[in-house]
């Protein structure tokens, strides 16, 4: 997926609030593979540990049985058919997740030969939220970034002042209405 770029924009800002609001003292189960950011993190200090690759959306498992407690979701939730199970399942107190923004002059992005590297949500910021509440969190904090690029064209200029990422803390909802 990284082979010939490196998110480094995203990565600094991703990284950046992950250490504002998480301590290396905490546990982290980090939603997906290994990656450059999870070994990033690793690199910084934390304590992660990744999930296997399982199918989150037929199998919840190793996220239900983990003693982290932490949970973090790097542009992930975009890519399964029910993020809403996902988060229900997560028994750590804290979550910090990310994903990028719906943007109106693009479309959803699919890859043609990696069948998980396709996007079946892209949400806007209050979708995020929203989902997040109804599955038991509250947000903390939140911020939004840009994404632009060295290309020339319409979108590109677009990129260059319309948010890309969304990134959010949130905690647990201790008795969440029924």
Do not use: C
């Amino acid at each position: 997926m990284y082979e010939n770029t490196y998110p480094n924009k995203r990565f600094k800002h991703t990284m950046d609030f992950l250490q504002h609001y998480v301590s290396t003292e905490d546990s982290i189960l980090d939603l997906g593979v290994t990656n450059p950011l999870s070994e990033l993190m690793q690199a910084k200090g934390f304590e992660v540990q990744n999930t296997s690759g399982l199918d989150l959306d037929l199998d919840t498992s190793e996220i239900e049985s983990t003693k982290a407690n932490v949970v973090t979701a790097f542009e992930i939730f975009e890519h399964l058919l029910s993020p809403f199970t996902v988060l229900r399942s997560i028994k750590a107190d804290k979550l910090v997740a990310s994903i990028p923004l719906n943007l109106w002059f693009a479309s959803a992005y699919r890859s043609k030969i990696d069948m998980r590297d396709r996007h079946f949500h892209e949400f806007e910021d209050w979708q995020f939220d929203w989902l997040l509440e109804k599955a038991g969190w509250k947000i903390i904090a939140s911020e939004k970034w840009t994404n632009p690029t060295k290309q020339l064209g319409i979108r590109p200029i677009l990129r260059r002042f319309t948010p890309r990422y969304y990134i959010v803390y949130a905690e647990r909802v201790k008795n969440p209405k029924a």
